[in-house]
């Protein structure tokens, strides 16, 4: 089983409207609603992949009811288990604002809520359940932001609890989060390139995941957008690009990233291979038609034709 | 008892940001919740002014028991009667963004979403709670716009049910479900001057009162924003002013509105009384700080400074 963290769990919310005009009222042409946060995104797509996939974090509210009811929905080809902690508060909404007039993935404009207080007792309760999780997880993933009165070293604390029960970690956050959930060395982060930068102070990302790594992390998987991935591992250090670069809606394809990093992790497939995977899974969301999903026609034809290269620390140097 | 029909009811979200950027991602700072939709508004303002009030109309899903809950937190000075009929679809949400860096009421942008689907089994349903409702009811208002299913002539419908219960009915809706509710010949139709500009075509305010008066309504009460209201009834036609321009935000100033010619004809008021309490509640739903609550020093304060003016039938023509 995997296991997937969402602290801040969301009801991600879309509005499909002609045009935005700020200060005019809209008549919303379509409403669609999905389980939000990036660890129910990642859990989706895991058990999209076919792996037995568990969720926990919190949920509350009228909110966090429909994302427990949506995420019931999940059921091809298996289902997403629910191991929520139920909060006082109420689940987040994001709402995702996109305009019929643009091509796709232009034109989004995003809300989001603050999450719920989480109250000492509710994190206490989590740190249990999570515990109790880990005994029977071949892989964790930690992910997104903190709702309010989650201690800013939460990360840090769950990665040393996984470390100890001897679960490989996965750590996708940015800011102080991950500042703090660094030191207590996790398997592997996935920042993009912005996050590295606003951790390291380094805006060339080679440097700025050296810098993550000196820092705890086993290993660092840099995404760079359309790029591809950059990945500085104890096996070595890979660019790995996609074929060709992918017009569509980039919402997903970091949570698309981790997804495959986990399923290749608990397969026990080479770096060369999970980073072929994660690259191709995440072309394949950015080609899909809904934010989140991936295109698995697309996914399967660019899983043979992604370009791993080995970087040398001298050649290494050279890149960006 | 006074009963309000919100046959397609919100759950009224508001967002504070401090500016919105189409196309950008934003972090809400204050998330505010209110039951939603016209007739809920004039309810919550009947309460408040005292009268026993009872609400219908259709509620369901997550946000329908939310608005319930919402509803049931209206105590001061009474509480709102909830006899909603439960929709297996979803009621609606409105999202309203306040933007921070503008003045009162500025900078408000709305996305409304379309109503639940309602069965011809759920609006039957409906026709017959309503017919038990009327038993106990002093006067009615019919509110706000029809979800999908529901049949255009709805309030045609609901009209005629009233009038043969012997109980006043008041109508604010617009469009062709206005058009249609005028000719059940209501006893007061609260339109704006856009609103009878579009079932008219005329732009001329008087002359449109004058035609959707030959349509059927036995009194209309035409508002007019900041320069208050014209009233055509069967025991003559006023003018009636606030005694200054309000600045501040008009949300919910009709629903207002509707609230004090209801309470009004509760009371037995003459028209040019309920008019004046019209007037000066608008007002002072305009004054508020919270978009749909009234300032009640604001309402005290302007009820003896409101003016009435008399329109005779030549000096009327010559008004516009």
Redo the contacts between chains.
Sequence with gaps: MILTVTLNAALDVT?R?PR??????????E?AERPGGKGLNVARVLAALGHETLVTGFAGG??G??VRELLTEVTEPGPVGDALVTTGGTTRRT?S?VEESGGPG?????????GPQISPAEWERFLDVYGELLAGADAVALCGSLPPGVPVGAYGTLVRTARTAGVPVVLDTDGEPLRRGLAARPDVVKPNAEELAGITGSTEPLHAARLAQRRGAHAVVASLGADGLLALTPDGAWRVTPPRRMAGNPTGAGDSVVAALLSGLAEGLSWPDRLVRATALAAATVRAETAGEFDRAVYEELLPAVTVTRQRAAAASAVG
């Design positions: 509005y409207v935005l005009e700020p200060r005019a009222s809209h008549r919303v042409r409403v009228p909110t009811e429909r709402v604002v232009a034109g989004a404009t995003l809300f989001n809520e603050p």
